[in-house]
């Protein structure tokens, strides 16, 4: 069965930084594509990041671009999130999603696979 699981969000100011994991287990592949996106209260989910094909491209969204870097370790079977340089308007809950069909990144409506989401939130 199929699972992710993330962890590292929590309360800084703006500025600061945080590092969510999301730990992998039981996908279809070893270096399944994969993605973060985030939910703000009243919005809908918007992608932040992914990493795909064998963990070699990866892919921002314009608001994080330069602040935030996606990366994996293999051996952990685990992806980051490193966001530095946060704003108030990074609030929200994360959210690591797999696709299950490594062809390469195809976003939202591809992921089959999703954590339960870990909150960020970003105080002026």
């Known amino acids: 069965q199929a699972q992710l699981v993330e962890s590292g969000g929590g309360s800084v100011e703006t500025g600061g930084s945080l590092r969510l994991s999301c730990v992998a287990s039981g996908l279809p592949y070893t270096n399944n594509d994969m993605g973060w996106f985030r939910q703000a209260p009243g919005k809908e989910r918007e992608e932040v990041a992914a990493i795909y094909t064998d963990m070699d491209k990866t892919y921002y969204a314009d608001s994080v671009r330069g602040r935030f870097t996606i990366s994996h370790n293999h051996a952990e079977n685990t992806v980051y999130l490193q966001m530095n340089n946060l704003k108030p308007e990074d609030t929200a809950v994360y959210y690591c999603?797999?696709?299950?069909?490594?062809?390469?990144?195809?976003?939202?409506?591809?992921?089959?696979?999703w954590g339960q989401g870990t909150q960020v939130t970003v105080s002026s």
């Open positions: 999603a797999a696709d299950p069909v490594n062809t390469g990144w195809r976003g939202y409506d591809a992921c089959g696979y």
